[in-house]
Structure formats: structure tokens, C-alpha cells
């Protein structure tokens, strides 16, 4: 007999409610024994579920406690993306500025690192010269 779940593509319709009919004759012993393993897993995913919100909750509060700033950071900005606030037009224009004012503050660092080596090199070549 060919498992309802799986049908083969080349079973007729005809055959397939007759292996339909067959499962639903035996179903209700199978029934109660798979409606009791189903409470059971849902027992355990259940218990599961609840050790793991037991864990994260003390790992939140924890961290909470140590980093109180950083865990508001972190909540304000899950609410900010769960709200929707990336798709906006306010948002474009802050990602954009804050993009702008990154690459001028690399500038400055880069340019400033130059400058700094070149009087670097100089005081070094002014005083090979003078000794």
C-alpha cells in the first residue's frame, strides 16, 4: 500500500481514495497514539521554549545592569527597523548625511597621518644633516 503522503504521480485518483479510505479505517487507534506523541512533543517544545525565554531574560537583564545605554540603543533600534523606519524617506536622508560625514572625517585622519609622517620624515632628515 503507497503512503497518502507521498503519492506517486502515476496513481489514479481512484486508487488514491481507495488507499484514503483503507488509512481512515485503521485511523483511530492510530490516531490516539499519534495525537499522544504529538502532546508529548508539544510538551517538550513547550518546556524547551520556556528554559530558553528563562535564559534570554536573564541575559537581557544582566546585560542591562552592566551596559544600561547600549541595551536601550539596541531595543530603540529593533523598534526603529520592526516599525518600518527603514523604508522611510527620513531615514535615506539620515543614512546618506551620516555616509557623507564618515568619508570627510576618513579624509581628515588619512590627511592628518600624511602630514603628521611627512614632519616625521623631515625632523629625521634635520637632524641626519645637522650630525
Known amino acids: 500500500m503507497e503512503s497518502s503522503e507521498h503519492p506517486s504521480p502515476f496513481t489514479s ?34 518546556g524547551s521554549l520556556e528554559q530558553l525565554y528563562r535564559l534570554v531574560g536573564t541575559y537581557v537583564s544582566r546585560k542591562a545592569n552592566d551596559r544600561p545605554y547600549a541595551v536601550l540603543g539596541v531595543a530603540a533600534g529593533a523598534g526603529f527597523v520592526l516599525g518600518g523606519g527603514l523604508a522611510s524617506h527620513l531615514t535615506r536622508v539620515l543614512l546618506s548625511q551620516a555616509g557623507r560625514l564618515a568619508l570627510i572625517s576618513g579624509a581628515r585622519s588619512m590627511a592628518d597621518s600624511t602630514d603628521r609622517r611627512r614632519d616625521f620624515t623631515r625632523t629625521s632628515n634635520n637632524e641626519r644633516s645637522s650630525s
Open 13 to 46: 485518483p481512484r486508487a488514491r481514495a481507495s488507499s484514503d479510505e483503507e488509512e481512515r479505517r485503521v485511523s483511530p487507534a492510530v490516531d490516539v497514539v499519534a495525537g499522544e506523541e504529538l502532546r508529548e512533543a508539544v510538551q517538550d517544545v513547550a
